[in-house]
């Protein structure tokens, strides 16, 4: 069993930065794609940025929505995952989920593939 919490959520003004954690524990010997995702009321939920997590320097993935303003990366090998999100917006404004799965991902960024997810933590962003 795999276990995930974030932490990290909060309000923020339009401009601002927030960085979210995930802690990983459990069976996560077989982990390779860990990703974060979000989700606003009324809305589908969206992948944000993911990351290959077989080897050190894997290759991330993110939305074009937040290109160039949130970066995700890991540390203590797959033990804690973040996301640094800069100049944030109001549309940021949702739950962020941390999730994991074992198998190979062609399309990193699809919720509907990853096994294990956190409870969330949520995003306010104010205008």
């Known amino acids: 069993q795999v276990r995930l919490v974030e932490s990290g959520g909060g309000s923020v003004q339009a401009g601002g930065s927030l960085k979210l954690s995930c802690g990983i524990s459990?069976?996560?010997?077989?982990?390779?794609?860990m990703g974060w995702f979000r989700r606003d009321i009324g809305k589908e939920r969206e992948g944000v940025a993911a990351i290959n997590v077989d080897g050190p320097n894997g290759p991330s993935s993110y939305a074009d929505s937040v290109k160039g303003r949130f970066t995700i990366s890991r540390e203590n090998g797959k033990n804690t995952l973040y996301l640094q999100m800069n100049d944030l917006k109001p549309e940021d404004t949702a739950m962020y989920y941390c999730?994991?799965?074992?198998?190979?991902?062609?399309?990193?960024?699809?919720?509907?593939?990853?096994?294990?997810w956190g409870q969330g933590t949520q995003v306010t962003v104010s205008s």
């Open positions: 999730a994991a799965d074992e198998l190979w991902k062609w399309n990193p960024l699809s919720p509907s593939s990853y096994k294990y």
């Open positions: 459990g069976v996560t010997a077989g982990i390779r794609f």
